[in-house]
């Protein structure tokens, strides 16, 4: 097995994004989330629905064998270095030695094969699948050496380790705990379990025995404050340190706070309302153009998000692995109604468009309170699409219930487009166009993960099948690069912006990390 120089790191403190002994003040951290955090299982559906808290707290109270820094780098955590094959089918992990799970369980290559069945299995594991169905198998070699096989060459593996269901879990936990493990998580990280009031407050305690340093509070405390002004209230007053999902309109007036410090991040979430393509009018790519004509971004952006968004020009974000520009959609209503003409669409009595006596109408989803503005962009959608002659419904959702309209089988959607914004939380672009754009397997039954428009096209599958397969970083950021190209000539979305991550903290606190993938993490965080 040859030892490749790219994948060969040191044991570098400097690198391990650990807890400096730094300052000694006592006292806990308060965050005040927008959403509460419901489980802290790597292996739980319900982390990804509770987004970003579901997992901010997981990079807390576990490790992976690699994790990001701050750029979304990967860097070494668990795992002290790494090889792979000449396949590229099996890698090879060297792991930390010292180090104990917060419930007293030692960390060896037990624990790591455990985490890693208990991952791949899709019978504990109904999560995140995309990442982790491509691992065959994992072996422990010796007491501090695994190795992890894929059934063909998986260029994003390391990625998968470093996601947040990568944290690693101890295995006597599991077993005592079962179901309940969620909601009393040990892992290895800075911080350990102490209390969880669900929809209400998370407490975790200093881990005084980290292999990474001494962490910088006693405890960090995550409340859910749902309302925004309640949140910024709370941070001014000086009863939360730091507090997220900052509405743009508020940025100015806690940047003349001088207690206060806002972080605006542009993130990897790009947002859009996706066709229904299983809806007819849908089927026509001139309809579907028209669309995305119809939109006059920046004026969205400046009114709504106060500039704090960027308009997209490709399905992923200029900052996630695989983005090439292609060509952003102008506002051109002309061409719009020119390409609705031209499909058939003419225009009524009333100003609606009709095709065969029926005029165009359609219904548009969207949650309510869940996505950044998702009522106001939604209204303002419509507006455009009243002006092309489309007259649009709009259906508003509680956030709890949004999921269920979207994974379902092809005759039992009741939308024609819906709002969404999809985070590659691994930060590869493979793992979003394949999410959304790779063809479900059949059509009798839930999508495969987040195709839920069911848009399919052989090429884009061969594309997004060969990148999957190159670990070569630069062959996979080309075939990536062709697979967006063809996603949006196709147009099975009127794609929109990706969003800026706004936190806001107290100006004393240190070294708060806010990930690009919308987490805040607050592993290194000092007083």
């Given at each position: 097995m040859k030892l490749r120089a790219a994948f060969r790191f040191a044991i570098a403190a400097v690198l391990l994004g650990s807890v400096s002994a730094g300052a000694q003040v006592d006292r806990p951290l308060v965050y005040a989330q927008n959403v509460p955090v419901t489980s802290m299982?790597?292996?739980?559906?319900a982390v990804g629905t509770v987004y970003p808290a579901g997992y901010e707290p997981m990079f807390l109270v576990y490790d992976n064998l690699a994790g990001f820094n701050n750029k979304m780098q990967i860097v070494p955590q668990l795992a002290t270095e790494w090889s792979v094959s000449r396949d590229d089918l099996t890698w090879t992990f060297r792991l930390r030695r010292g180090v104990t799970f917060h419930d007293g369980t030692p960390f060896n290559a037990d624990a790591v094969v455990f985490h890693i069945?208990?991952?791949?299995?899709?019978?504990?594991n109904r999560s995140n699948r995309v990442l982790w169905d491509p691992i065959s198998s994992v072996r422990k070699v010796d007491d501090f050496t695994v190795e992890i096989s894929t059934r063909k060459p998986y260029g994003a593996l390391l990625n998968t380790l470093a996601h947040g269901s990568g944290g690693i879990v101890s295995p006597t936990a599991v077993r005592r705990l079962g179901d309940g493990f969620g909601r009393a998580p040990v892992g290895t990280g800075p911080y350990a379990f102490e209390r969880l009031d669900v929809g209400t407050e998370l407490v975790l305690r200093?881990?005084?025995?980290?292999?990474?340093?001494?962490?910088?509070?006693?405890?960090?405390?995550?409340?859910h404050?749902?309302?925004?002004?309640?949140?910024?209230?709370?941070?001014?007053?000086g009863r939360a340190d730091i507090i997220n999902a900052v509405p743009p309109e508020n940025v100015a007036e806690l940047q003349r706070n001088p207690n206060v410090e806002v972080i605006a991040q542009p993130a990897l979430r790009t947002f859009g309302f996706a066709f229904n393509l299983n809806r007819p009018f849908f089927q026509d790519v001139r309809v579907r153009h028209a669309f995305n004509y119809s939109v006059n971004r920046g004026p969205v952006i400046k009114a709504i998000f106060k500039d704090y968004a960027t308009p997209i020009d490709s399905p992923l974000s200029p900052f996630t692995f695989g983005y090439a520009p292609i060509s952003a959609w102008p506002y051109d209503v002309d061409r719009a109604k020119a390409l609705l003409a031209e499909a058939g669409w003419r225009p009524g009595p009333d100003g609606v468009v009709r095709k065969d006596g029926k005029a165009f109408e359609i219904s548009v989803l969207t949650p309510i309170g869940m996505l950044p503005k998702d009522i106001e962009v939604t209204q303002a959608f419509q507006h455009f699409l009243r002006v092309i002659g489309v007259r649009a419904t709009i259906n508003r959702v509680e956030p709890a219930a949004f999921w269920d309209f979207l994974r379902v089988p092809p005759d039992r959607i009741a939308w024609d487009m819906v709002l969404f914004g999809f985070n590659p939380s691994n930060a590869d672009g493979w793992y979003q166009l394949s999410a959304l754009y790779e063809s479900n397997p059949t059509r009798d039954a839930l999508p495969r993960q987040w195709n839920f428009t069911w848009y399919s096209n052989p090429g884009v599958d061969k594309l997004l099948n060969q990148a999957e397969q190159t670990v070569d970083l630069a062959k996979r950021g080309q075939f990536l690069a062709s697979?967006?190209?063809?996603?949006?000539?196709?147009?099975?979305?009127?794609?929109?912006?990706?969003?800026?991550?706004?936190v806001a903290k107290r100006k004393e606190i240190k070294n708060v990390e806010v990930w690009p993938v919308i987490f805040t993490v607050l592993r290194n965080a000092q007083p």
């Open positions: 299982d790597t292996a739980s559906a069945q208990r991952q791949i299995d899709p019978g504990t200093r881990n005084d025995h980290y292999w990474g340093g001494r962490p910088g509070f006693s405890q960090i405390i995550m409340r404050i749902p309302d925004p002004t309640t949140r910024i209230a709370l941070l001014v007053g697979a967006a190209r063809t996603i949006w000539n196709d147009a099975p979305w009127v794609w929109l912006y990706a969003e800026n991550v706004i």
